[in-house]
């Protein structure tokens, strides 16, 4: 039964199975039926598109033809319209560029800068294409015109607008250390605020003007260095007449010096009654001094006229006025320099400006040139006379030194050759000046003062040697370039300061030679006086290298110089204290008389006290003159000379002084030990 229905629904299943493949059969008769069909329109279509295509390439061609001929009818109808433009530039512009250009403004100078521009492009296609044409030599007669037109405009602009730096302004850029009133490019210097405007619209002019001339290879620079050079003249000129005008009334050694040097017919009235006021002046100075000098044994020492005093002083004041000018000249010259850089800057091509600013500062370094040189020589003839203000180049050395990164910036990138001689002229100046100043210890023929006080040649060393302290930086590093100083300065042990050690030396020398000077000038006083001069003026030099510092200096190549001027003062002490010897030997006898005098007894003990009084008459009337500025010292010699002279007086005094050896003992014995104590105390 099973088998039954199974064959039953496989049969089914074949009769639909046959049954689908009859459909399939039918579909694909119907679809090849289909497809003949398509294939039949397609090759029709083909047929026809072949045909179209024969038809329309050629009409393709033609067209592409004929856009090309319209093209380069375009180009040509512009190429035309640009030549024709050339040919008609010079009638169109004739009129503006013969007016010249407009300088108001920016804009208006455009404008022209616009026309020039065209002719030199016209200018430039004739050269090319078309040299022999007429119209490029009336382009080219127009150019020039323009150009020269437009330089003219350009250098008045420039003369109307150049005004030079005043000196109050320069004096306020160098107490600031900065450009402050040039922070902007300027080209006019200084002028009041309400004028910015203009004065930067006529700036930016300038440039633009400047720009195109350079551009079209005529830079501007000689209208620039005939402009700016006589601005940069008179504003340092003008800045040294202000120096000088401020210096001379305001400062009473100047003004002394003007009226000692004076010619005029107001100087000349006066001067008789010049002459009786100065010597009034002198009379009532020596009257106090001797009263001075009875009462308390000090010496006002060597008197000098008013017209003297004020001479020396004015001569040390001009000698530190001439340095202290130069030294504010280089300072107004850097900042001059800076402010001149600024304002070209934009006016010239960049490698244009260095040659251009050396040139139009070329006055100007002259002018420093114979300021500094001046100075020096003004230095080194105090150096010659050995006078306190012979350092004052020293002082211009340090700020011309200061003062050369400033100008170096100013001339970058060109070298400040010129500015750098002028430094190393100053720098063979103070270094010659130095041994000068030695030499002038050696040639001076100045005596002592009478009473034995310091002499002024101890106080100028002392005062020359601190002043070179004070620029240790400078004088250091110009000192090594002496070889003697070097190879000396190497041989020192240790590990000195270099530039200690070099100054250190200098002083060394100077003070040896000062004290040979002074030892030579010593040989005109008395065996006392001889004394108290050396020790006077030993005593100075010490306590003024201790008070100023230099005795550390001279200790890095001398270490037992303090102790070598302590020994000095000791042995002049004693041989001050010597100088009583005479005196004192008039106090001890041969022999000690009997009990009962005789006549020669009695005569020897009247020389003996008549030698003392009148050997003490005279040293107390010689040493009241004597003069010993310093108390401790005073004090200390008046103490020094109680425990010499009266322990032996007295002796004699009590031994002999009662002796009946002569009826009239009062002749002989005068002074009592204590009369003997108050005389030395004063």
């Known amino acids: 039964m099973y088998a039954i229905e199974k064959k039953f629904e496989i049969e089914m299943k074949l009769k639909k199975e046959m049954s689908n493949m009859a459909e399939l059969k039918a579909a694909a008769s119907r679809s090849s039926a289909l497809a003949g069909d398509v294939c039949n329109v397609l090759g029709a279509c083909e047929q026809r598109l072949q045909q179209l295509e024969t038809a329309v390439l050629p009409l393709y061609g033609d067209t592409a033809r004929l856009q090309q001929i319209h093209h380069n009818m375009e180009r040509t109808v512009k190429a035309l319209d640009h030549v024709i433009n050339y040919y008609m530039v010079s009638r169109e ?15 208006t100078l455009n404008i022209y800068l616009e026309a020039l521009d065209k002719l030199a492009e016209a200018q430039n296609y004739f050269n090319k294409n078309n040299p022999q044409s007429v119209e ?45 009133s040039v922070d902007s490019v300027s080209v006019s210097g200084s002028g009041p605020s309400s004028c910015g405007a203009a004065q930067a619209q006529a700036a930016d002019t300038l440039r633009a003007a400047a720009a195109w001339l350079s551009a079209a290879g005529r830079p501007p620079v000689q209208a620039l260095l005939t402009a700016r050079a006589p601005a940069a003249r008179q504003a340092l000129n003008a800045f040294k007449d202000h120096l000088k005008a401020r210096s001379v009334p305001h400062d009473p050694i100047m003004r002394a010096k003007n009226l000692l040097h004076r010619s005029d017919s107001t100087t000349k009235k006066t001067s008789k009654i010049q002459k009786v006021i100065e010597k009034r002046a002198n009379k009532i100075i020596q009257k106090a001094s001797q009263t001075l000098e009875n009462s308390t044994g000090l010496a006002l020492g060597p008197r000098r006229s008013v017209s003297e005093a004020y001479t020396e002083e004015s001569y040390e004041a ?33 490698p244009r400006l260095p040659p251009l600013l050396a040139q139009i500062l070329h006055d100007c370094f002259a002018t420093l040139h114979q300021d500094v040189e001046r100075a020096c020589q003004r230095s080194r003839r105090a150096c010659a006379r050995s006078s306190c203000g012979a350092s004052a180049c020293w002082a211009l050395l340090a700020r011309l030194q200061r003062l050369q990164p400033d100008v170096a910036r100013a001339l970058s990138p060109a070298e400040p050759t010129v500015y750098t001689s002028i430094v190393n002229n100053c720098h063979m100046h103070c270094l010659k000046s130095l041994e000068e100043w030695v030499s002038g210890l ?23 040697c601190h002043t070179l302290a004070r620029h240790l930086q400078t004088i250091g590093p110009a000192l090594a370039t002496d070889p003697a100083y070097a ?10 300061d270099r530039g200690a050690a070099l100054l250190g030396l200098y002083v060394r020398k100077v003070l040896a030679q000062l004290n040979l000077v002074l030892r030579n000038k010593s040989e005109q006083y008395p065996d006392a006086l001889k004394a108290i001069f050396l020790l006077n003026n030993t005593l100075y030099l010490l306590q003024g290298l201790q008070r100023s510092g230099l005795v550390e200096v001279l200790m890095t190549v001398e270490p037992d110089c303090e102790a070598t001027y302590r020994d000095m003062i000791h042995e002049y002490k004693n041989n001050y204290l010597q100088s009583w010897n005479k005196l004192l030997a008039h106090t001890v006898l041969e022999e000690a008389p009997p009990a009962k005098l005789r006549d020669r007894d009695r005569q020897i003990l009247k020389d003996k006290f008549a030698s003392f009084n009148r050997e003490w008459e005279e040293c107390t009337k010689a040493q009241r003159s004597y003069s010993v500025p310093d108390p401790e010292l005073r004090e200390a010699l008046k103490r020094d000379n109680k425990e010499t002279i009266l322990p032996p007086y007295t002796k004699f005094y009590d031994t002999y002084g009662s002796l009946p050896f002569s009826k009239n003992p009062d002749k002989y014995v005068k002074y009592s030990p204590v009369q003997v104590t108050i005389l030395l105390c004063y």
């Open 442 to 464: 050696r040639s001076d023929t100045f005596a002592g003062a009478v009473d034995g006080t310091v002499h002024q040649l101890a106080v100028a060393a002392l005062a020359h």
């Open 487 to 496: 190879r000396a300065a190497a041989a020192l042990p240790g590990a000195p």
């Open 136 to 180: 490029l030599e009336n382009i080219n007669q127009l150019y020039n015109t323009g150009v020269l037109k437009l330089e003219t405009a350009f250098e008045e602009l420039l003369n109307r607008h150049t005004r030079p730096l005043s000196p109050t302004t320069l004096m306020d850029m160098i107490a600031l250390e900065e450009d402050s």
């Open 93 to 107: 512009l004739a009129d503006l560029v013969q007016a010249g250009p407009h300088t108001s403004s920016t804009d």
């Open 318 to 350: 001009l000698e530190e006025w001439e340095a202290m000018l130069a030294g504010s000249v280089a300072a107004a010259l850097a900042k001059l320099a800076r402010h001149e850089q600024r304002t070209l800057l934009g006016l010239v091509p960049l």
